[in-house]
């Protein structure tokens, strides 16, 4: 049986003279027409009693701690964990399917010294909330989450983006929309496509009728066979409750490589609840794309050798997204857990160019005002 959702934990509003107690959720925007969100404030660092809880963010070996903290997310409590210096710069993780924050551990271990580093556990995944309906999954309640945990754990400075396949795919909706660009300072994005222009993409290449182009399309389609299966009533929870949770480390380390994988706190109920944000969203934004444009400042880091997102999908991305950097990689879809050192490289040289670009910037309009 799928588990409910919390209770409404008491959040904590700290103001300036004293800290007052509030139940309240906020209200939830239309599901078509998103007005401004307005998160409540930071929930209290210990849940309450009977709350489900993940594995302490501990980095092995090194004894690096996580603060935990509880955000109020669109009707949902969200596990946030806090490492790092907090009068750095900020980078917030969003983790990807069928992972929860844990996954964002190696990368943590290499930049803590460097940044303030929050992650959350996306809602269905890890400690936070687990919605039972599916359109509480969709794209603009992921995005409404993703701006909460800013508002609440960064009020008053950007954050740096980055995030991992479905992290991304739900990113990439935070990133496109206006209210919730001024948060961003940039955004790193890995496997994982805007949904909406993947759906231009494929049109254009129907459009063409060319080999090629139908080429493409067909061995994208082929690599997304996965996507077809969780749309498949009941078939992915019960290989999931059946002992793929079990399985998934061996499987990646198979498959794609990896060393010293190991299972995750909660991966059985992540598999089993995470196909949800598929059956959510893939059919109706690949079939009635929205243009979605960005002002963000963009790392696109492509993993050649994924087998799951193939690097033509991002062909047209400079189109959507003009302040684009794109790196190319021979890693496969988790280069995160892969290469978390060349990761930490290529995030300090990207968060570095853009906070001088922004120097000069504020340089320039001195310099114009005197």
Not at 31 to 51: E, T
């Amino acid at each position: 049986m799928a588990r409910q959702m919390h209770p409404v934990r008491p959040t904590i509003t700290v103001t300036s003279d004293d800290v007052t107690v509030s139940h309240d959720n906020p209200e939830t925007p239309h599901a078509h027409r998103p007005r401004p969100y307005h998160p409540a404030p930071l929930a209290v660092a210990h849940p309450a009693s009977g709350a489900r809880m993940n594995a302490p963010a501990v980095l092995p070996n090194d004894g690096l701690q996580a603060e935990q903290l509880w955000i109020q997310g669109d009707g949902v409590q969200l596990a946030a964990y806090r490492w790092g210096k907090p009068n750095r710069q900020t980078l917030l993780l969003v983790h990807g399917y069928p992972d929860n924050h844990e996954v964002w551990l190696p990368l943590v271990r290499e930049l803590a010294g460097d940044f303030q580093i929050i992650a959350y556990d996306v809602r269905g995944f890890g400690a936070s909330d687990i919605p039972r309906k599916r359109l509480d999954y969709h794209l603009e309640k992921l995005a409404n989450d993703l701006e909460a945990v800013i508002k609440t754990l960064s009020p008053e400075q950007p954050v740096h983006l980055v995030a991992h396949d479905w992290g991304s795919i739900q990113a990439w909706e935070a990133v496109t929309e206006p209210r919730i660009q001024p948060l961003l300072a940039s955004y790193t994005s890995i496997s994982g496509p805007c949904l909406d222009h993947v759906g231009h993409w494929m049109r254009d290449k129907l459009k063409q009728k060319t080999p090629r182009a139908l080429l493409q399309v067909l061995g994208q389609l082929l690599s997304s066979w996965y996507i077809a299966l969780f749309h498949t009533p009941l078939l992915p929870e019960l290989t999931w409750r059946l002992g793929l949770d079990r399985a998934w480390p061996q499987l990646l380390r198979k498959v794609e490589g990896l060393r010293n994988v190991s299972i995750s706190s909660s991966q059985r109920s992540d598999g089993v609840h995470g196909v949800k944000l598929y059956r959510a969203n893939f059919i109706r934004s690949l079939f009635t794309p929205r243009l979605r444009h960005t002002q963000v400042p963009v790392q696109l880091i492509v993993p050649t050798r994924d087998r799951f997102v193939r690097p033509q999908l991002f062909d047209q991305l400079q189109h959507w997204a003009p302040r684009l950097q794109r790196r190319e990689v021979s890693a496969g879809h988790w280069q995160l857990l892969a290469e978390p050192q060349q990761l930490a490289v290529w995030l300090r040289e990207f968060t570095a160019h853009i906070h001088s670009d922004a120097g000069s910037n504020a340089a320039a309009q001195r310099n114009l005002a005197s």
